[in-house]
């Protein structure tokens, strides 16, 4: 059995930061790509950012040069360093992760989210 949990969020001014962590535990053999989302109030779930197992990463335009997403493979964790946060940042973050069950079974699980706010 796999579990995610996240942690970081909160409520942050304009312009301030923000560090989400979402860790994995249970039985598994490894993590592939880890991903985070987010979901504003009325509005569907958007992708962030990816990293690979690799390390490579990707962001959505809306976050580059602001989001750092990285991991450490060590604790089974992905963090998503947040700043020069804006209040169209305030939404609901996910974590989504790659997980490898056995040889040849792979499992995407989803984190509980974390809810960011951002006053202006």
């Known amino acids: 059995q796999v579990q995610l949990v996240e942690s970081g969020g909160g409520l942050v001014q304009a312009g301030g930061s923000l560090r989400l962590s979402c860790a994995a535990s249970?039985?598994?053999?490894?993590?592939?790509?880890m991903d985070w989302h987010r979901q504003a109030p009325g509005k569907p779930r958007e992708w962030v950012a990816s990293?690979?197992?690799?390390?490579?990463?990707i962001y959505a335009d809306s976050v580059k040069g602001r989001f750092t997403i990285s991991r450490d493979n060590a604790k089974n964790t992905v963090y998503l360093q947040m700043n020069s946060l804006k209040s169209e940042d305030t939404a609901v973050y996910y974590c989504k992760l790659l997980i490898q069950l056995s040889t040849i079974n792979y499992h995407y699980y989803w984190g509980q989210g974390t809810q960011v706010t951002v006053s202006s």
């Open positions: 990293i690979t197992s690799g390390g490579s990463t």
């Open positions: 249970g039985s598994f053999l490894s993590i592939g790509a």
